[in-house]
């Protein structure tokens, strides 16, 4: 089964930066659709960023344009999560999510669901 460890988390003044990794074992990051998802409390789960086998990326949501950037270190086996300009509205536990192929939105949670595996997430807090 594949692996994912997520890190990076914690407790962050407006505006702050922080920067999230996806560890990866059992399985080669390159190959698969690896996606960042998060979940504040009493809300959906919802797509943040992904990036594909190739090194394309995109995100989820256009209030993350400009602010987060994800990317991936081949040799380290690891998808990041770069996040700057934090908001309140960002705190929220973040999970990362690998699958072979994404059949329908790949920013929708049951395309990782079906077919992936999740990480256990990592907290994010963004606070004065």
């Known amino acids: 089964q594949l692996q994912l460890v997520e890190s990076g988390g914690g407790l962050v003044q407006p505006g702050g930066s922080l920067r999230l990794s996806c560890a990866a074992s059992?399985?080669?990051?390159?190959?698969?659709?690896i996606g960042w998802f998060r979940q504040a409390p009493g809300k959906e789960r919802e797509g943040v960023s992904w990036?594909?086998?190739?090194?394309?990326?995109?995100h989820c949501a256009d209030s993350m344009k400009g602010r987060f950037t994800i990317s991936r270190d081949n040799a380290k086996n690891t998808v990041y999560l770069q996040m700057n300009s934090l908001k309140p509205e960002d705190t929220a536990v973040y999970y990362c999510?690998?699958?072979?192929?994404?059949?329908?939105?790949?920013?929708?949670?049951?395309?990782?669901?079906?077919?992936?595996?999740w990480g256990q997430g990592t907290q994010v807090t963004v606070s004065s």
């Open positions: 059992r399985f080669t990051v390159r190959d698969y659709v």
């Open positions: 999510a690998a699958a072979p192929y994404v059949l329908g939105s790949v920013c929708d949670r049951q395309a990782f669901d079906k077919i992936g595996s």
């Open positions: 990036i594909s086998p190739s090194g394309s990326s995109t």
